[in-house]
């Protein structure tokens, strides 16, 4: 079975920079689009990120979109979001995720790591 495991949240002021990482264990996600969620006290899990198998393409949320980096090494099998700009809305606790079909990325992958807390303060 593989494993998923983020590290890298904590405590930022608003404008500062963060990067998570994702380690992947147990199989070789090489084959698998990879992407990062996020949850924010009182709401649902939202999309963030995601970058297809060879890294080729990536997505972004629009909040996030020219703040946020993702990208993955597949010899190393991680993943990482370089966070930049760090608001205090981008406060919740994220999550990596892989999905076999990346067409089901955002609605339904098939492992989610354990969540790493980010928080921003202003």
């Known amino acids: 079975q593989g494993q998923l495991v983020e590290s890298g949240g904590g405590l930022v002021q608003a404008g500062g920079s963060l990067r998570l990482s994702c380690a992947a264990s147990g199989r070789t996600f090489s084959s698998y689009a990879m992407g990062w969620f996020r949850q924010a006290p009182g709401k649902e899990r939202e999309f963030v990120a995601a970058?297809?198998?060879?890294?080729?393409?990536?997505y972004y949320a629009d909040s996030v979109k020219g703040r946020f980096t993702i990208s993955r090494d597949n010899a190393k099998n991680t993943m990482t979001l370089q966070m930049n700009s760090l608001q205090p809305e981008d406060t919740a606790i994220y999550y990596c995720?892989?999905?076999?079909?990346?067409?089901?990325?955002?609605?339904?992958?098939?492992?989610w790591g354990q969540g790493t807390q980010v928080t921003v303060s202003s």
């Open positions: 970058i297809t198998w060879s890294g080729g393409r990536s």
């Open positions: 995720a892989a999905a076999s079909n990346s067409a089901t990325m955002r609605k339904s992958p098939d492992y």
